[in-house]
């Protein structure tokens, strides 16, 4: 592969620094989406107490796609997560966990300039900080998988992720940074979309698998988009797993996306990203 052939495929989703809307702020979710690698810490400084510089980076981090492409299909987070100083660099290390991704999303929809305080904490604290320690919205234990729209904010024991929307069948398509199995059964994944729902062939995990064929090529050269469980993902166990949702006066909702279909959403967030698509 050569060095920047990845960089020419129609993935890049725009996003505005600083701009506080819910459809701005899905755009910066998915704009390291299929060129971040998972990287156990990945975002945190080095004491693990908070945000490493690239998760308070302006822009998805240099290093994150750099670190991707000098990767294959055989990279394993877990040779990492002993030697993280094998991928540091004067930003951080190069690549982001749960925690780390959406503390690098929540700074770039709310600042525009790099290097203020980050937003990363353990990945089952997140949603209940976002309400109640920055007060960005509101934060229950109490709801539904049905209940879940785009722009929610879930954790879970032990993750974090963010809902992009319900399909028909009540599946639900996230984002996210794990580490799936490549092709050839390596732990390496990171951020990309994933299908929830209760069955493997649900909705959700098909949208998600054409997404990503179409968008990331060298991503989905490597990593097959994954299904996860339901009952799995919207576990609310213990204080601090629940669900957060953006306050109005936060995130303005100007274009109504929180009511749309995700199939309306993602075709809404990638039509700017996908030239032969305005062709249509």
Same mark, same amino acid.
């Given at each position: 592969?050569?060095?920047?052939?990845?960089?020419?495929?129609?993935?890049?989703?725009?996003?505005?620094?600083?701009?506080?809307?819910?459809?701005?702020?899905? %755009?910066? #979710?998915?704009?390291?989406?299929?060129?971040?690698?998972? @990287? &156990?810490?990945?975002?945190?400084? $080095?004491? =693990?107490?908070?945000?490493?510089?690239?998760?308070?980076?302006?822009?998805?981090?240099?290093?994150?796609?750099?670190?991707?492409?000098?990767?294959?299909?055989?990279?394993?987070?877990?040779?990492?997560?002993?030697?993280?100083?094998?991928?540091?660099?004067?930003?951080?290390? %190069?690549? #982001?966990?749960?925690?780390?991704?959406?503390?690098?999303? @929540? &700074?770039?929809?709310?600042?525009? $300039?790099? =290097?203020?305080?980050?937003?990363?904490?353990?990945?089952?604290?997140?949603?209940?900080?976002?309400?109640?320690?920055?007060?960005?919205?509101?934060?229950?234990?109490?709801?539904?998988?049905?209940?879940?729209?785009?722009?929610?904010?879930?954790?879970?024991?032990?993750?974090?992720?963010?809902?992009?929307?319900?399909?028909?069948?009540?599946?639900? @398509?996230?984002?996210?940074?794990?580490?799936?199995?490549?092709?050839?059964?390596?732990?390496?994944?990171?951020?990309?979309?994933?299908?929830?729902?209760?069955?493997?062939?649900?909705?959700?995990?098909?949208?998600?698998?054409?997404?990503?064929?179409?968008?990331?090529?060298?991503?989905?050269?490597?990593?097959?988009?994954?299904?996860?469980?339901?009952?799995?993902?919207?576990?609310?166990?213990?204080?601090?797993?629940?669900?957060?949702?953006?306050?109005?006066?936060?995130?303005?909702?100007?274009?109504?996306?929180?009511?749309?279909?995700?199939?309306?959403?993602?075709?809404?967030?990638?039509?700017?990203?996908?030239?032969?698509?305005?062709?249509?």
């Amino acid at each position: 592969m050569e060095e920047n052939s990845y960089l020419t495929d129609r993935s890049s989703v725009q996003y505005i620094p600083g701009r506080r809307t819910l459809s701005n702020f899905l %755009a910066a #979710a998915l704009a390291p989406v299929g060129t971040t690698l998972y @990287v &156990y810490g990945g975002g945190w400084n $080095r004491q =693990d107490t908070g945000a490493s510089a690239q998760a308070v980076t302006i822009g998805v981090p240099a290093p994150w796609r750099e670190f991707f492409l000098r990767q294959d299909e055989r990279y394993d987070y877990r040779d990492y997560r002993s030697a993280p100083e094998a991928v540091c660099n004067p930003f951080g290390w %190069a690549g #982001a966990d749960c925690s780390g991704y959406l503390g690098w999303v @929540v &700074y770039n929809t709310m600042h525009d $300039r790099s =290097d203020g305080a980050g937003y990363v904490r353990p990945a089952v604290e997140m949603a209940r900080a976002l309400a109640e320690r920055y007060c960005y919205g509101v934060w229950t234990q109490l709801y539904a998988p049905e209940e879940l729209r785009p722009g929610d904010v879930v954790s879970i024991p032990g993750h974090v992720w963010i809902c992009l929307g319900r399909c028909g069948d009540g599946s639900i @398509v996230i984002v996210h940074s794990t580490p799936s199995p490549s092709v050839t059964g390596q732990p390496g994944g990171g951020v990309q979309l994933s299908g929830v729902g209760e069955r493997e062939e649900c909705q959700a995990a098909e949208l998600a698998r054409r997404y990503m064929s179409r968008y990331y090529s060298e991503w989905s050269r490597r990593y097959q988009a994954v299904h996860k469980s339901l009952a799995d993902y919207t576990r609310a166990e213990g204080e601090c797993a629940g669900r957060f949702r953006w306050s109005p006066a936060v995130l303005s909702d100007p274009d109504g996306c929180a009511g749309w279909s995700v199939e309306a959403l993602l075709s809404s967030l990638f039509d700017i990203a996908d030239p032969e698509k305005k062709k249509d």
